[in-house]
């Protein structure tokens, strides 16, 4: 049996109202995450967002023990967790001789083995996997604004930081010569970081969140070596790495978080091979000399 265009593509999200709420949740998750995730990648901190997404779920878990699925208590409490994982992390590297990412990688592990006690402690199977897996396609209201409104607040704290974060990315003991703004940047970058995973955890969940913030940005490396291109390839990966995901999720019956995840490493990894800067067959097969 055939299907058109239509029922394959536009159906799905005009028949039904949580679609087109995961829909707009997941472009909205775009929006903000991935900008984050190409300073992330050029700083060299990829693996900081796993760690942060992790960080988050002690606190997330401790609103749950609280409140239940209360989006003000998870999200409040997922906030102040992974913040403080973040300072603590950088005072511990900077008190000991361990480095920041050993320090990080430990609370990461305490954070992540801690907020699935919190969660079995009280809640069921079900529970835990929702928090860990999250659940796009139960977005309410509420869960939209918060992560509109994260994606808001990023892009305005990205323009007004813009020149400082790059310049810190390409060379950040010239920033510290000429500006004293280094710490604030870096200390402003790490709470956007770990507000658009809490945004994500609302829909992703703790384990996913991340993978929307730096996927996109890792198939965007092989598109273009300009920042701003960047940001723009990572923002429309994720945009449509939302919308094929959950189509993926609707046709086959599939977890539409995972499916969103694998629909955007499938273009990484077709980026990989295919992708103009550095990608594989681009270096098994180098133009003539001097070629465009």
């Known amino acids: 049996m055939a299907f058109s265009p239509y029922e394959i593509l536009l159906a799905p999200f005009v028949e039904f109202e949580f679609m087109r709420r995961a829909l707009v949740g997941a472009a909205a998750l775009a929006l903000g995450a991935g900008p984050i995730g190409v300073f992330l990648m050029l700083r060299r901190m990829s693996l900081t967002g796993d760690a942060m997404a992790h960080a988050i779920l002690p606190g997330a878990a401790i609103g749950f023990l609280v409140a239940g699925f209360s989006l003000p208590a998870m999200t409040f409490g997922g906030f102040v967790a992974g913040v403080a994982v973040a300072l603590a992390s950088g005072l511990v590297a900077r008190a000991t001789l361990l480095k920041e990412d050993a320090s990080l990688a430990a609370f990461y592990l305490l954070s992540l083995a801690l907020g699935v006690t919190i969660v079995s402690m009280r809640g069921s199977n079900v529970d835990l996997m929702h928090v860990l897996f999250g659940t796009v396609l139960a977005l309410d209201d509420a869960a939209l604004f918060l ?125 990989l091979l295919l992708g103009p800067q550095g990608g594989l067959l681009r270096l098994a097969f180098p133009g003539r000399h001097l070629e465009a």
């Open 147 to 271: 992560i509109g409104g994260i994606a808001t607040v990023t892009l305005v704290a990205l323009a007004l930081l813009f020149r400082p974060l790059v310049l810190e990315c390409v060379d950040p003991v010239y920033l510290a010569s000429v500006s004293r703004a280094g710490p604030v940047v870096h200390l402003v970058f790490l709470v956007l970081v770990v507000s658009n995973l809490v945004g994500g955890f609302q829909a992703l969940g703790t384990l996913l969140a991340v993978g929307l913030m730096m996927l996109p940005a890792a198939t965007a490396r092989f598109w273009t070596s300009d920042v701003t291109g960047m940001i723009a390839v990572a923002t429309g990966t994720g945009m449509v790495s939302g919308a094929a995901g959950l189509l993926l999720s609707y046709h086959l019956e599939l977890p539409a978080g995972p499916a969103i995840i694998l629909v955007a490493g499938g273009a990484y990894l077709g980026s």
